[in-house]
Structures are given as C-alpha cells and as structure tokens.
C-alpha cells in the first residue's frame, strides 16, 4: 500500500481528496439530519418584527401572510403600525435598503385604542367579528365593549359598525408612561456663530 | 480604622453647602391648603378612601395602598378636603396627576395623638406592618415602598446594613441637618432597622465633609445595643470618606465601604446588604415608636435667588410657592426653579406644585449660580465623560448609539447601569446633554420591550382566533357534506324502481364519501376528529352499500332473469360447499354440533336442487 502511493502520486491524492470527501460528506448528512429546523425560520423572525396589530392596511390578512409575502420578496414599507423603526428593523434582518413608508397603506400614527359609545351600541356583533384579536366583548342584542388591554388598534372594527358608536382614541398618556425625549439639535440650531442668528435679531441688534 | 474603597470616575462640582447650615431646622407652618398627590412612591398610586367635603384629622389616612408594592398616603394636618382632581405633580414631565387637596384649619388637630411603643417588644411582622401602614417610602430619591424592601425573611442572608448619610449632591443639607439635629431619632430608627435585617454590621456612611456630626452620631448609635436587638455579634460603625460625586448612589456607596460592586441587573439584597436612606430612618423610628405616620419631612431651600437659605420641616403637599414665600424669594433674579440638587434634579415648571415624599431640596439660583446651559457643540471625543462615569460605562458610545437608535448596541453597552448622575455632563466640553440621551434611550428601550410583549400577546390571540375560525369552518364543511351523503343514500334506497337513478346515487354517494374523507384533513389538520369519523361511517355504513347493490341488483335481475337464476346456483353452490367444510372440520375436531352442521348441508344441497330445477326450467321456457 504504502509503496503504492509512492509509486503512484497521481493516485495518492485522488484517494485522499476522496477520503476527505467522503468524511466531510458523512459530517454534513449527519449535520442536517441532526440540526433540521422545521418550517421557515425567516418567516418567523420578520413576523416577530411586525407589530402584530392584525390590521390588514399591508393589503394581506394579517401580520404572518404579510411576513411570509416579505419572504418571498414583497417590499417591507407596507406596514403603517410597525412604522420607520420597523421598517429599519426588517431592512437590517433581511439585509436590504431602507425605503419610506408607502402612504398607500397608511401613515404612521400614535397608538390607539378603540372605545364603543356604549349607550349607541346596538348589539350588531358585526364587530366582534372584525376584531383579529377577539378583544371585544358582549352578544347579539347586548351591549359591546372592547376589552382595553388587548385591543391593538387595528381600526378594523370601525368600518362594520352600523350605527358607527366606535372611536378611535389615543392611548391614555400619564405620568408613567412619560419619557424624556431625544434632545434633538437640529431643532433649535445653536446660534453661537453670526450667520446662524435669526435675519430679526440681527436687525435687532444692528 | 476601617478600610474604605474607591470608586471609578466622579466629580467634584463646588459644594454650596454652607449657605444653608447656619440654622436649625425651623418648622414651614402649616399652609392654608395641601395638595397630596396619591403618587409620591414608585409602584400603584393608593386609592382615595375621603369624599369632597369629609373633614380629617392630622394623621388620618386618605388613601390606603392599592396591591403589594405601593403604600398609603395620610393628612398632615387637619382640615376638609376640598377637592379630589387633577393637579400639577412634582415630576419633571409638568403632568398634572390625581390629588387629594385639604383645605387646613390651623388647629392641627391629631387624629390620634402621638403614643410611646417599646419597639424591642414587637416581632418583626408587625414591625413591618407598621412601617406599610404608616405610609413610608424610600425618601433618598427614588420612593421604593421601604416596607418591601425590609420584608427580608426569615432566616435571611443580609450581612450588612448601610445608612446612606452621604448626600453628595451640591447644596442639598438636609440629611446633614438631620444627622446633626435628630441623631437620637436616627439612632433608634437604626436599632429598628436592625432588629428587622439582623446584620452582623452596621455601616453610616458619611462624607467628610460632614466631619461635625460624626461624634454625635457615634454617641447616639453607643446608646443602644446592637447585639441584642439582632442576636448576633453586631457592631455599628460611623465611617467617613473623602467627599466625591457620586459617592451617595446606593450602588456606589457599597463599593466604598465594602469593596463589593452590586452585579449589573441584580439587587444589594443579593450581596447581603441592605442600603437605607437617613430621612427613611427617622421617618420608621416616628412611625414605629411615636406612631406617627410619614406626614412632614426636612427640605433643604437655597440658592441666590433666595434670602434665607435653610432646612425646613415641611408637611407633605406644602407648595412650593409658601416655601419659598418663607425664605425670602426673588422672583425676577431666578432664572430658573430646580426641585432636588443641581445634578439630578428637575426644573419645576409651576410653583404650585407640592412637596412630597421624596423631595429633599428646593433649589432657587440665579442665573449665575446656575448658567442655562450653553448650546451642544459636537462630540470631540475626548474622553472626559469615561473618566468621569462611576460605573464606569462609555459615555460617549451610549452618546453615539442613543443619538443612532441603535437600542440593542446600548444594551450590550449596559445603559441600564447608568445612575443618571450627570457627571458625564458635567464634565463635557461640548456641553452635550448627555444624561437627557439616556434618558430618553431608556424609555425608549422600555417601550420597546414592552411593545414586544404586546404584540406577542396579541399574536397568540390573533393564531387562536385564526385556529377557531378554521375548526368552525371545517366543522361546518363536514356537517355539509355528511347530509349530502345521507341525502343521495336515502334517494338511492328508495328509487329502487329507476335503475339508472339508482347507480348514479350510489356513485355520487361513494364521491362523497372521499371528499369528505379527504378534505377536512387536507383544509385543517388540526381541527376536531369528531365530525370527520361520523361522516366516514355514515358514507362507508355496510348497511348502506348493501342497500345500494341490492338495489342494483334487483334491477339487473328484473332485465336478465337467466342470469339471476345462474347466480342463484352459484350462490347456493357456494354456500353448499362452505357448509361441507365446516361439517368435515367439526368432525376432525369431534365437535358437539356435527349434527347441526349435517342438517346444514343437507339443506344447502336441497337449496342448490332447487336453484338448478328452477334454472333448467328457465332453460327448457326459453327454448320452447
């Protein structure tokens, strides 16, 4: 054997390079039998950025089918709840350029919750099928109400209401949920330099 | 002499604390209105239990705590309430929050007058329960329910109990005035404190710039007996440091004086220590001892803007506008009112706003004393703020990631360890608010998490919602197609007379019966079997299929009666040859019923007889 390979370089290598694919071979099989993952990874990681508001204004029926259209290459600024942060956050995943927000599926807007004018309800249920979250509570001919701490704002309940008794209102700001904002320095530029002053003061002070 | 550490970083801003130390701590007066914010601690605002018009007493509680983390608020004076709204808070967002406002009487009277309690004799739940019951809350700053903090359990691994009199913080005195006034007090809020903690050593940090009250301090900590109160060998101690901002940060503190850094995200309680503000101490020595609920604290009022910079003892929800009327108050040399010290506090958008449980100073400076801050110039990277940071984080990266959004990298960068102290500000040449980026980063981290957690929870409503719709939908399919099948076999049954209707049925019918098979598995796999096996029984019912071929037959018969009769041979045939089978089995094995199966063949042979008679008849017909 050992005289063989001498004699033989050519064949040598041909037997070593097949030995070691054979090993890499048998490492990787065993690998991905080991290591499979089942179902999409990247379907999941973009539905876990998207608000999950279930409003539908992407133009599919709700934030998985939107998740998985994105991952079969349907652009990511069609979500108005997830907003600029979640578009960055799924061009940083998927690796791709930011673009704007479509203002064909909406515009970005502060958070809301719906409110049933409950004396105007009549009981239609229509709403209670519209909402993706099942966070509207009552019965056929009973006063609706919407259950605040689950609703996600979607909007989706407001167009079936037959006697439109639906608001949508802004989520309670209080002292806890205030937070200092960003000190932004393009808003108020500091006028340390001349040229930078208001044209007013200067004439103000000449 | 006990050895002390170092920590990172710090500063050391001119102190201004002498303006207000040359008094005695004066009593503020009882205002003609207080304003109690149901808030003034960190967990669940309490809960009003007074009505509009109700007159209280001194002491009366008027609003009870709502769930574990959060305490009760009482009348500091007596008088009517007069209104239950919305007012201006002290809290730097100028937000108006619910207030319990009282309109004094001046007679101060006591709801129930101050008593006299041997504490030693008390166990430590009720130790607990007093301290909860009387309304105390962390008075250093942050307001933590203190009743939590102390609830350690029993047994319980806390080694050291600390006392923070440090007070870093530039012009604030109060806890110096109270250590130099109330020393007594202090030291019997510490034996309470130990007797609940049980540490085997008790720590009073102070700064030395507070080198005057040392000696009264350790003569009020020899009057009690540390030992016996925890039952081990508890030694207390006053130790005093180089005075350095931020040594008064719980966190820095314990570094000082035991050289253990408290890990990042967990509590002191994890190293075996427990940290306690001064003001806190008193306020449990009141309230365990002379029953008297936390209604008044010390507040520090100075600056320039004001002639008679002192401490004062204030009944909690004094506006700030009465105290500062008693300190002589320059409006127009004010530029602006800062509530806390220069570093950490807050400017006070309306003088109306209340003193409450957490607020240790009123700050009234000039424009001078306190410059508005110059206009942010750029990031030189110079350094300054890393040096500074005394937890020794980058500020200069958070400075980049904050101004970014790049929220994960300032986690990975430990934003949450930032104290907020403000050195990195102070010390910056550009003059870049630094502590306002991470602030901001901060909220915006929580939002985000909790945000996450939203739409987490409404994922997993919105799938079972989807999963619902589905099985109902499947449900209904199936129950669809079930009475499909049902219908076309009870047609095939009775249209025996139509042959061609017949097989149709029966076709349409087995259709049926695959769809159905098929397709609720295929549309929702998960749905409920249930619907599905009825439906599959009912098609594939023997009984049923026998009906249908049955009725087929008849009417093959009806069109071909040789045909019939030739079956009926064969039948008989087989049957004939089955019974033979069964009768030479049963006498193999010598069976008991030999003889019925005899009969049996014997009769299939006379029914085969018949069959071929009425066959060959059928022949000899045709032929004729």
Known sequence: ?206 | MRKIWDIHGGIHPPENKAQSLDHSIEFAGIPAQLILPVSQHIGAAASPIVQIGDTVLKGQCIAEAVGPVSVPIHAPSSGTITAIEDRPIAHPSGLDDLCIVIDTDGRDTWHQPPSSRDFTQLDKATLVELIHNHGIAGMGGAGFPTSIKLNVGEPNNIKTLILNGTECEPYITSDHVLMREYSRKLAQGIAILAKLVQPEEILLGVEDNKIDVVAGLQNALKQHDFSALTGKATSAEVITFPTKYPSGGEKQLIEILTGKQVPTGSLPASLGIVCQNLGTAVAISDAVIDDRPLISRITTVTGQAVTKPRNFEVLLGTPVEYLLARSGYNASINNRLVMGGPMMGFTLLDITMPVVKTTNCILAPTEAELPTPPPAQACIRCGLCAEACPASLLPQQLFWFAQGKELEKLEQHNIADCIECGACSYVCPSNIPLVQYYRASKAEIRQRDADMQQAEHAKLRFDARQERLDRLEAEKIAARQARQAKAAANKAAQAGQDPKAATVAAALARVGAKKSALEPTHKAPASDPAPDATLATDVDDPVQRAIARRATQQQADTANPAAALQRAVESAEARLKKARLRLTNAEAEQDNNVDAFKLAVDKCQSKLNQARAALDAHHAAKNL
């Open chain 1, 1 to 206: 054997m050992f005289e063989l390979i001498l004699t033989n370089p050519f064949l040598a290598a041909v037997l070593a390079l097949l030995a070691l694919g054979l090993v890499f071979g048998a490492v990787l099989g065993f690998g991905a039998i080991t290591f499979k993952v089942e179902g999409d990874p990247i379907v999941d990681q973009i539905n876990a950025i998207l608000p999950q508001t279930q409003c539908g204004q992407c133009g599919y029926p709700g934030c998985k089918p939107y998740a998985e259209a994105i991952a079969s290459g349907d652009l990511i600024n069609k979500c108005p709840p997830g907003g600029e942060a979640g578009i960055h956050a799924l061009a940083d995943l998927l690796d791709v350029e930011v673009i704007a927000l479509d203002d064909e599926h909406g515009m970005e807007d502060i958070r809301k919750v719906a409110f049933i004018r409950e004396d105007e309800c009549i009981g239609c249920t229509k709403c209670i099928q519209a909402c993706p979250v099942d966070a509207i509570l009552g019965a056929a001919k009973l006063m609706h109400t919407v259950i605040v701490s689950e609703c996600t704002g979607c909007d989706l309940c407001v167009e079936p209401c037959p006697v439109d008794c639906i608001d949508m209102l802004p989520v309670a700001t209080g002292k806890n949920a205030w937070s200092w904002d960003l000190p932004n320095p393009t808003v108020n530029p500091s006028p340390i330099i001349a040229s930078d002053r208001e044209p007013g003061r200067k004439d103000a002070a000449a």
